[in-house]
DNA sequence: TATTGTTATACTCTATAACTATA
DNA sequence: TATAGTTATAGAGTATAACAATA
């Protein structure tokens, strides 16, 4: 059997199958993104968002409490301009509201109202649900470690890339 | 303490934990499109590819035999249009080539030119190498816990929202 | 008539650039 | 002069629609 003739296709690797993990990691996010998860759960919780908008509400609703832009855009790892305009469309439906910042007027804080935060607990009711149910059978055991294998896989891929930016 | 004067802004729910996972997997997902991970290891292998165009190409590297259209379309997960234009690019720049299909004249099958494969195979070494420096200190055993944890993961999602597309 | 693939177009999400107002 | 936010524009990635060739 020699290298060339034959053998997995994959190169020499004491950890070739970490390579693994990272197909799975697509292959859910585009399951998500094609079984419209999102979409289902804002249509159950009656409402008509993308999946942006939804993901303000729901960083204000993990923050439970009003947040600046700015503070949201860094919450949600974006840019600003794309936090503005989804705040904007929340406020035409009424589901945030500005407050004044009474510390720095160039600034304003976001706060859900009433049908924002019913709307945000809605759908992660729904959500929630619908993943329990795909996770019916899963041992207890198996829960906790994938929260925490993937917690910290997250940690360490971002503190890894972060050591890019530094270097350059 | 009332409900609705205090307590964690999450509804109640048996499993509350597990939708920790979902922000976990959004965090990954921006981390290597924010870092530009892909287009790190494709610049190491030399190459001008788009991501894309490189998962054409890591397809046809997986699947060890020529591909037609539809095949890689399918195993990507996109429509086919998509898989026309990234290999057309691949075609520009010699990675992959077309021969003809023997059983189907309105198909043709896709295979990896030499240097597609030499690519490929750098792509792959350079990814592997940044995950394996990212995971050093991982025991083996999570190693192994969150590959299987995670391909679980993937199937029983994929599955779930399968039975949607049944139901309609 | 059904299927494979292509071309042309549109949509979603997010980023960059230029600007305004306040600090 | 630096910072918070907005407006306008651009880009990446993928989908849908209309069509051609072959089965």
């Known amino acids: 059997m020699t290298p060339e003739s034959s053998g997995p296709p994959v190169p020499e690797s004491p950890h070739a199958d970490l390579l693994a993990v990272l197909p799975r990691l697509t292959q859910l996010s585009a399951a998500f993104t094609k079984g419209r998860l999102t979409e289902r759960a804002t249509d159950a919780a009656g409402l008509a968002l993308d999946r942006p908008a939804m993901g303000v509400l729901l960083a204000l609703r993990t923050a439970d409490a009003p947040l600046r832009i700015g503070e949201i855009a860094d919450r949600m790892q974006v840019v600003g301009p794309h936090v503005t305009r989804q705040v904007q469309a929340l406020e035409k439906r009424g589901l945030v509201r500005r ?41 207890q055991q198996d829960r906790d470690d994938l929260t925490r294998l993937l917690t910290r896989l997250a940690d360490d891929v971002t503190a890894r890339l972060a050591r890019f930016d530094t270097e350059e």
């Open 99 to 139: 407050v004044a910042d009474p510390h720095d007027r160039r600034a304003s804080l976001i706060e859900p109202t009433e049908a924002g935060t019913e709307a945000a607990n809605r759908y992660v009711t729904s959500l929630l649900g619908w993943f329990a149910e795909a996770l019916a059978d899963w041992p």
